[in-house]
């Protein structure tokens, strides 16, 4: 398994994040806010980790003098996630 | 975290990226009923919408534009009340893009200069677009009124006879206004 990836998605709001990420073309932060549960600042700091890692993309703007930040998984995150969720679901039903 | 958590929180997760179909439903209503109040107008003044030449089309075109501009306002606000696009929805509204691309860039000016009533390319571009759309979303309701529209563009060449804006009001009521009611009232998948 990707040991990197798997490290970043031991954290439960980062797994929401990603999982989300990948069903969706693109995602506001107030939305990851609410449906990974985190606080603002909590979500900030998840997502500054996984664009770092190069697993999404964040893209700033700004919508009538508010900001508004996007957030989009890249094709590494999503490419990574598929062959992790492969392998969760290979480890998982080796444990039965 | 165990295994099985960390699926059920990507199960969750992924649940939560729901297709809205009501604003799209939305957009097919405002289209069926704008078009077919537009027919209606046209059929009831003819004499005023066709007094010069260009009239009728200032008619068709300015109206259309102005609805345009409201339905993407519309569109613009609830994508940002949402806050998130789905694949599925991208896909439509780069779709219904084009359509509207089609129509304004390519229907319209070749009609004006070919001196030739467009209604008959709009149905089949009209029809394309709700199929497609249909295709996209599995709704049998959108597939159905894309292939209407289909036989009303032959009916047009095979019975040219018949006033087109009936065709028109046909073509708006079974290919936006009863798909669109179905879209609305359809729950979220």
Known sequence: ?96 | MKSKEQINIINEAINKAKVDLKPLGFNFIFWGIFITIMCIIHLSFPAFIQQTKFSAVIFWVVLPLVGMVYTTNYNIKIGIKKGYETHIGRVIKIVWMVFGLSWILVIIPVSIINNQNPVQNIVLLLALTVFTTGLILKSKSVIVGGVILFLLFYSIEFYPLVNTLVYTIIAQIFGLLLPGLVLYNQKDE
Request: hydrophobic share 35%.
């Open chain 1, 1 to 96: 398994m990707n040991k990197d990836l798997e490290k970043l998605l031991f954290n439960p709001i980062r797994l929401k994040i990603i999982s989300f990420l990948i069903s969706v073309d693109k995602s506001s932060f107030k939305s990851l806010s609410k449906i990974s549960g985190a606080t603002k600042g909590n979500l900030s700091i998840q997502i500054k980790k996984l664009n770092e890692a190069g697993y999404i993309k964040i893209k700033k703007s700004f919508n009538n003098n508010y900001p508004n930040t996007t957030c989009s998984i890249t094709i590494k995150g999503k490419n990574s996630f598929k062959l992790f969720f492969k392998e969760l679901q290979l480890y998982k039903n080796n444990q039965r």
